[in-house]
């Protein structure tokens, strides 16, 4: 009886360690995947940043992609980082917010004209771990950081009756040129997670060289959201983010009420009905290819021209391997595209104790961009003489 019950531990351990060796092993060999058109740029930004040359290695007990994605809702944000709230108002009457990031003591008196920024374009939710943590980091490397807010969302007042759409890139071209005269000396950089991605790339594209930012960085990026609105309506996670779309509307349904049929709306049963019933009707737009004409991220990504850093997991669940255009960042100049085998959606967690892969990464190919234009800066006016 005593050898039988033995027999069964082992089978049981043996159930439960092995797997869990073959992941170990398997972490082993994964060491990020590139894809770039090779450049002086590239080659830089290679050199610089080390964590594209060592293995990321998961969190040993969030392997699995839904604990990945689930721990940037889990994990507690920064309660010790404070903000300062500026509200702008933009042409059409509308409110945006930008959160102002205050600096850590030892950074306070640094800060001037020169000091790079970063500008922090969030997914959902709004205060999740990522956005605390990027921020954390950026200004621990010095950096000044502000986190946009777009109208009508995370506590800020619909002044006029229109939200913003993926790609409309309006409240966000008027905020760029806002921060650019207020520090008229500084490099500027824009990170986005999420859903936030889409509006990103439609700013790069739409705008090109004028955008000026000095790079970008896409954490967890979808690329074509026609295909995923309209064929991935049973995925969950599509429905949850509907579900969040539907309680944004909540909140302004007395002031879009002349606007939109907010009673519709309630009823989308996936993320293309609500687009069209919410987004398409307040544009005046009547069809959904004229929609995402003027909404797909991609619409005019052949016009990016700040160096642009993507880094998306091979096991993501909103936006898995097989639905990344891997062509298109071996043709588009100082692009490079980063994938790995774990990591969910924006979580990339590593450590015992989770911390952000994802986010140093982040800040390591900023810091080696801004470096890099530097360097390139200081050639060109020697060159003069």
Known sequence: MIYIVFLFLVRVIASVVVPLLEKMEDVKSCVPSLFYQESSLMKFVRRKCTLLKSPYKPTLWAMNRHVQTALTLLLPTNEEMNYNRQYLQMGDGGLVALDWVLPIHKFSDKLNAKTPLVIILHGLPSNSFPVSNICDIARTHGYRVVIFRKRGHDGVPLTTPKLQSIGDCTDLRETVKYIRQQYKKAKMAAVAYGSA???????????????????????????????????????????????????????????????????????????????????????????MDEYWEKNNPLREVDEVAVP??????????????????????????????????????CGFFQYLRPESWADQLTIQYIDSVLQFVHLQDGFMRNSRF
């Open 308 to 345: 642009l850093l993507c880094i998306n997991s091979l096991d993501d669940p909103i936006c898995p391997g097989s639905k990344i255009p891997y062509d298109l960042f071996t043709t588009l100049p100082n692009a490079m595209l980063v994938t790995t085998k774990r990591g969910g959606h």
């Open 197 to 287: 991605t889409g509006l990103l790339m439609s700013y790069l594209g739409e705008f090109g060289s004028s955008a000026d930012l000095s790079a970008a960085v896409n954490i967890s990026p979808s690329y074509d959201l026609q295909e995923q609105f309209d064929t991935d309506f049973r995925n969950p996670y599509n429905w949850l983010m509907l579900q969040y779309a539907k309680f944004q509307l909540s909140q302004h349904a007395g002031a879009l009420l002349q606007t939109v049929d907010c009673d519709r709306a309630f009823q989308s049963s996936c993320l293309s009905d609500f687009e069209k019933t919410v987004y398409a009707k307040m544009y005046g737009i009547h069809n």
